[in-house]
């Protein structure tokens, strides 16, 4: 999928496949992973087969794109999922840097680890110097991993009937 490997001092990066299902149910039937992400509710199964063909469709956008399965180098584990993902934010073209954890693997750097490495192929290999990420004002560690990258607050906007704030790069 990838020119090259997304790749970082702990975690490969790699596309998602129909064998990811299980852990992506976990991720969204986790009322702590979902708290901040779109309406904050957890999801069914079949809104988890919706949610796995929005990721491929997203991949077919282009071969840098879409939210890719987090594996921890170590162990061979899934701890979550992290991707360069196309949005139109108020009519305008952006990329978001989006990452989520699992909750077991919170506190670890995970979500720093993997927005940094993003921000650095985007940089390098998809030349664009502007990213952005989509954080609900409440989403206090979120906030803190856009600034940890150098992003800062760009605006506040109504999204999908809730308030969000973009951090962007510049």
Do not use: C
């Not at 309406?39 to 939210?67: H, M, P, Q, S, V």
């Not at 110097?129 to 150098?150: C, E, H, M, Y």
Request: no cysteine; charged share 25%.
């Amino acid at each position: 999928m990838n020119k090259l490997p997304i790749v970082s001092e702990r975690l490969l990066f790699r596309p998602y496949n129909d064998n990811d299902f299980d852990f992506i149910m976990s991720l969204l039937s986790d009322p702590e992973v979902v708290r901040f992400i779109g309406n904050g509710k957890t999801r069914d199964k079949a809104e988890g087969i919706d949610f796995l063909n929005w990721i491929y469709r997203t991949y077919e956008l282009g071969e840098d794109l879409g939210l890719l399965a987090l594996v921890n180098k170590e162990n061979d584990t899934l701890i979550g999922h992290a991707g360069l993902v196309p949005q139109t934010i108020e009519g305008n073209q952006e990329i978001e840097i989006g990452y989520w954890i699992s909750h077991k693997h919170w506190g670890k750097g995970y979500a720093t680890e993997s927005a940094k490495a993003l921000l650095e192929y985007g940089n390098k290999y998809l030349d664009k110097q502007r990213f952005i990420s989509l954080i609900q004002p409440d989403n206090l560690a979120s906030q803190k991993v856009a600034k940890k990258i150098g992003m800062g607050l760009d605006r506040e906007i109504v999204l999908g009937g809730k308030d969000v704030h973009v951090y962007s790069t510049v």
